[in-house]
């Protein structure tokens, strides 16, 4: 069967190139089992065609005048999914992204026909109006496999249940990498199987040992350039290739990127321009001309949005990366090279999981460029070998649910109650008689944690038991529908029965378990067992001393301290300062709403609290960030130039701003235009 056989308008080829090509096997078999009225659960490698089968099921959902979502696992991924998928529109079809403020309603949806989201962004709206899945056709859930992730996974498990449950129409097309039990998966999704290893560029895989590769048909290539790192890479990047290499620390990734640059000879251009006020540019910048680049979560989303750019133009040879980017951005390479198959996890030492190995070999080959990739495990002892050729002859691990941990059915309780899905003890044990938990382990394991969930919830007022069963408060609702932790809530709650006061609420939000905190050092304890005191906060624990150092990094932020200071104070990354802020943010906003039921004098505080994380700024600027590309660092610009309020800005001269530090002639032409659009909406 060929593309133009399914039927589709003509437009629908101009989506893959204009090109009319034969389907793989298992593409044709997936699209004939989801118009058949099946589910289908297609596990295929990496670049096997999955969205070709995605796209023809939303095409399919549209002409019965149905919505689909398109759920992926990372904000990040979402922005590129919707990148690619605007090309639908040219079908006369809408196309939005949702990936905001998680209290926000769910009309994107019954606005639009096709949305991408987040698992977690789909969970929330499940919270605050479950109908709106009546109005859904199709949920296509990408990259299915990572149900069985104890952060992520959960989520995607409770919005598959929920949205079927709401909506027992509603159609399924979950894609995966291959897992070894996938047949479960397809069983509690109700959906047909389709798998293959099927690659469209051809994979080599095999162990670097001694100076040779040992590929797995057992042929073996000896390298001339000797037993280190660098040989291995020459034989890619020698012949035009690029390469991906995963280690399993920063440190790791900046010293491999700095041996690997040492031995290069290539001389890249960079763009001199590029405006970064962090740690790492002049190293990064450094390495880059040789045609390397380090990439981790340390590194500012701007850092790592320029080395990803710069890879894609093949301005980069190599890339030495921490295994978020496999996870992270669609960034494959001719050769992938895994350095490192242990990491170190909760005070131990221990081998990464075979499906993640699996995840990262997976990138190897360019479709378009290369006509093979190279998947190559570096081992450097006999033990070393021997778990390579584990991860190259065994199976994934199984992918397990977590969703009848505590913690997670104390979230879904509530979610539950508050949306009217399951309101009676019996009618929450039927719900969790329908996960994949449930099919994997037995609702027994779980019947015993309902209980406790729902004491908990009744003993803190996030619900009341009426004769009809559980009813939540204003505050359960509240929580419910800013999607936060309950536990959260309490430790909000809490501060606010107290004094209110910028620190203290700082600390409050860096206890919360919603909140990504940041490690110490021996070195910091005195100054943060300081902080907490004075906050009058009398535990010392671990927990304690990590959400004063969050704190105090957010007061810094939230101070103007510049980022590079920010860094070199508390020995972090850029991306650590703006991981804080974002989930900061968060829960700054919900402590916000909350005091405006608990506490409303205090509510204006919060707010302007909220405001100044979201911004970074002091809260004489906050009316300058309004003005669209104005920062923490130009607004503070633009206040001691004289121009501190948004009315001044739309009035002044081009001349004037552009002399500023940090604006262009263009720059200030386009500040100016946006203060205005301000402006107008405000009727000034």
Excluded at 482 to 488: F, G, K, R, T, V
Aim: hydrophobic share 40%; proline share 4%; aromatic share 8%.
């Amino acid at each position: 069967m060929r593309v133009s056989d399914l039927g589709h308008p003509g437009e629908f080829l101009d989506l893959f190139g204009g090109r009319d090509f034969e389907l793989y096997g298992h593409q044709e078999e997936a699209i004939e089992d989801f118009r058949s009225g099946h589910n289908v659960l297609l596990s295929v490698p990496t670049a096997a065609g999955k969205t070709l089968v995605a796209y023809s099921a939303i095409l399919d959902t549209f002409a019965r005048g149905m919505k689909s979502i398109y759920i992926v696992p990372l904000k990040a991924l979402a922005s590129e999914k919707f990148d690619e998928m605007k090309r639908l529109r040219s079908l006369g079809m809408r196309v939005s992204i949702s990936v905001g403020d998680y209290d926000s309603p769910p009309s994107v949806i019954r606005e639009n026909d096709v949305v991408v989201m987040t698992g977690e962004k789909a969970d929330s709206f499940l919270h605050h109006d479950p109908d709106v899945f009546q109005d859904v056709g199709l949920i296509v859930a990408d990259e299915v496999h990572l149900i069985g992730e104890r952060k992520r996974g959960p989520v995607l498990e409770n919005v598959l249940t929920g949205a079927r449950l709401v909506n027992p129409d509603l159609r399924v097309v979950a894609l995966s990498a291959t897992v070894s039990n996938y047949g479960e998966i397809a069983k509690w999704l109700g959906a047909r199987s389709v798998v293959s290893d099927f690659r469209p560029v051809k994979l080599r895989r095999g162990i670097y040992y001694r100076g040779r590769i040992i590929y797995d048909d057992q042929s073996i290539e000896n390298l001339p350039k000797g037993n280190d790192l660098w040989g291995l890479v020459w034989k890619f990047v020698s012949g035009g290739g690029q390469v991906l290499i995963f280690v399993n620390s920063r440190r790791r990734a900046e010293e491999t990127a700095r041996v690997l640059a040492d031995a290069s000879s290539r001389e890249t251009e960079i763009d001199e321009d590029y405006d970064d006020d962090g740690m790492y540019q002049e190293d990064l910048f450094d390495l880059m001309r040789k045609g390397v680049a380090y990439h981790h979560a340390g590194l500012s989303l701007e850092q790592r949005a320029l080395i990803e750019k710069m890879f894609r133009e093949r301005q980069l040879d190599v890339i030495v990366a921490t295994p978020t980017l496999a996870a992270g951005v669609n960034l494959p390479a001719r050769a992938v090279i895994v350095r490192d198959t242990t990491r170190f996890t909760d005070g131990h030492t221990e081998y990464i999981p075979s499906i993640e190995v699996q995840q990262m070999l997976g990138r190897a080959g360019r479709p378009g460029y290369d006509t093979q990739g190279y998947a190559i495990i570096f081992a450097t002892t006999p033990a070393g070998y021997d778990r390579a050729r584990a991860y190259l002859t065994g199976e994934t691990e199984p992918v397990v649910s977590s969703f009848g941990d505590p913690e997670r059915v104390r979230f879904n309780c509530l979610a539950l109650v508050s949306s009217r899905l399951a309101n009676t003890l019996e009618k929450i044990e039927a719900y969790y008689s329908s996960t994949l938990y449930s099919l994997q382990s037995g609702i027994e394991r779980v019947r015993p944690i309902i209980p406790a969930a729902l004491d908990f919830l009744e003993r803190e007022g996030f619900i009341r038991e009426w004769d009809d069963g559980y009813r939540p408060t204003q505050f359960g609702k509240e929580v419910s529908d800013l999607y936060i932790d309950p536990e959260s809530a309490v430790v909000l709650r809490e501060y606010l029965a107290g004094t209110t006061s910028v620190d203290r609420a700082l600390l409050a939000i860096s206890l919360t378990r919603d909140m990504q905190t940041l490690r110490y050092f021996e070195s910091e304890v005195d100054t943060l067992w300081s902080f907490l005191e004075e906050c009058s906060y009398r535990s010392y624990d671990d927990t304690a001393l990590k959400a004063a150092k969050t704190a105090l990094v957010l007061r810094d932020w939230i101070e103007e301290v510049p980022m590079r200071q920010i860094c070199n104070t508390y020995a972090i990354g850029p991306g650590d300062v703006q991981s804080c802020a974002s989930s900061a943010e968060w829960m700054a906003y919900s402590l916000w709403k909350l005091s405006t039921i608990i506490k409303r004098e205090s509510a204006h505080e919060h707010q302007v609290l909220y405001r100044r994380i979201s911004e970074g700024v002091r809260e004489d600027i906050l009316a300058l960030t309004v003005i669209r590309g104005v920062g923490r660092v130009r607004a503070r610009r633009l206040k001691m130039a004289g121009l501190d309020t948004v009315e001044k800005v739309a009035s002044a001269g081009i001349d004037k701003i552009a002399t500023i530090p940090g604006f262009s002639t263009r720059l200030a032409a386009d500040t100016i235009r946006n203060a205005s659009i301000i402006l107008r909406r405000m009727g000034t």
